[in-house]
């Protein structure tokens, strides 16, 4: 809804801002509402009744939140955190072995009971998400950390061009090719 706001007044539509403000306000509060879980420090994905109806964050097995990654941290791009929140995510994408990895962004939290090294979203960073997650900690100030995020992305897809010249849009942490 951020984005499709932000195309249209970019756009000179603004027909539809309106309707894309209630969007965010409404899509917020049940964020905020259903998806947090305090436990882990990520958004958690809602899992819903037969009528719809939110019934909590669906967890692994292990009894975690099932969605420890970049998942559980995109309404820091969204905009739509709380200060505690947005330093709880900021500390798990900063931290080695958590999100941060020595290639970049691991899509899931390297401490999740069902982080995989050889998944194909799981294990891997991908280049997209970097831009993302660069773009949202540079506008909230955290720009440190920013940076290291894409210089980061850029060496690590810079080796790669160098030895295969190939240029990927993800890459695998275990072996950061």
Not at 88 to 111: C, F
Not at 119 to 140: E, R, S
Not at 149 to 170: G, K, M, N, P
């Amino acid at each position: 809804a951020r984005i499709l706001r932000l195309a249209a007044i970019e756009l000179g539509e603004t027909a539809d801002v309106a309707e894309d403000d209630a969007d965010i306000a409404l899509f917020t509060e049940a964020i905020q509402r259903h998806a947090w879980d305090d436990a882990s420090g990520y958004f958690g994905y809602v899992q819903h009744d037969d009528a719809g109806q939110p019934v909590g964050i669906l967890h692994h097995e292990s009894g975690v939140n099932y969605n420890m990654g970049l998942d559980g941290a995109y309404p820091l791009v969204a905009g739509i955190c709380t200060s505690e929140q947005e330093a709880r995510l900021v500390a798990h994408l900063a931290t080695p072995g958590r999100l941060w990895s020595r290639i970049g962004l691991s899509t899931v939290d390297q401490s999740a009971p069902y982080f995989r090294v050889d998944g194909y979203w799981n294990g891997a960073v991908w280049m997209p998400h970097q831009w993302f997650f660069w773009k949202a900690l540079l506008d909230l100030g955290h720009a440190a950390l920013a940076r290291r995020i894409a210089q980061t992305a850029l060496d690590v897809w810079r080796a790669e061009v160098e030895i295969s010249y190939h240029c990927f849009e993800h890459f695998i942490v275990a072996s950061g090719r």
